[in-house]
């Protein structure tokens, strides 16, 4: 099972030093090629060796990285066996995201991406394979 995320657990407000802190933690090369990387494993996670391996880091140093984005709420771990599978923490990339956007376009948020977060579960940070999630065309979108 999943452990929840520090500061977003279900998909609520983020307060600017929550935001602060997951930005900080995404300003370093090394974990925001972690972070990406686990974005694309999606919820199956990748246990703490393959991550080394992939991004090209000790496994000491990956230890520190993945300890910064769990902090900030980013990824999530569970115990698998011996193992430790490291995995996006949906609610809290979604929190950023909305934090980021929220006084988009003089309140209009909608307009910056549309649909970037519509149609999708919580739990769920791009749609499933062979699932299409509509987009609304806004007239910003149709003059390009």
């Known amino acids: 099972m999943l452990r929840s995320g520090h500061y977003f657990d279900n998909y609520t407000t983020m307060e600017e030093k929550q935001a602060i802190q997951a930005l900080a933690a995404l300003a370093q090369e090394s974990r925001l090629r972690v972070f990406r990387?686990?974005?694309?494993?999606?919820?199956r996670g990748l246990p703490a060796g393959e991550i080394a391996d992939e991004i090209g880091?000790?496994?000491?140093?990956?230890?520190?990285?993945?300890?910064?984005?769990?902090r900030a709420s980013l990824i999530v771990d569970r115990r698998a066996g011996r193992s430790i599978i490291y995995s996006l923490n949906v609610a809290g990339m979604?929190?950023?995201?909305?934090?980021?956007?929220e006084d988009c376009c003089e309140g209009r948020p909608e307009l910056c991406q549309p649909g970037?977060?519509?149609?999708?579960?919580?739990?769920?940070?791009?749609?499933k394979p062979g699932r299409v999630v509509k987009r609304r065309v806004t007239?910003?979108?149709?003059?390009?």
């Open 37 to 43: 990387l686990l974005v694309s494993s999606g919820s």
């Open 57 to 70: 880091i000790p496994a000491a140093t990956l230890s520190f990285h993945l300890k910064e984005l769990a």
């Open 116 to 127: 970037l977060l519509e149609g999708l579960a919580a739990d769920e940070c791009c749609p």
């Open 94 to 101: 979604r929190s950023l995201l909305a934090f980021l956007s």
């Open 139 to 144: 007239r910003s979108r149709q003059r390009r």
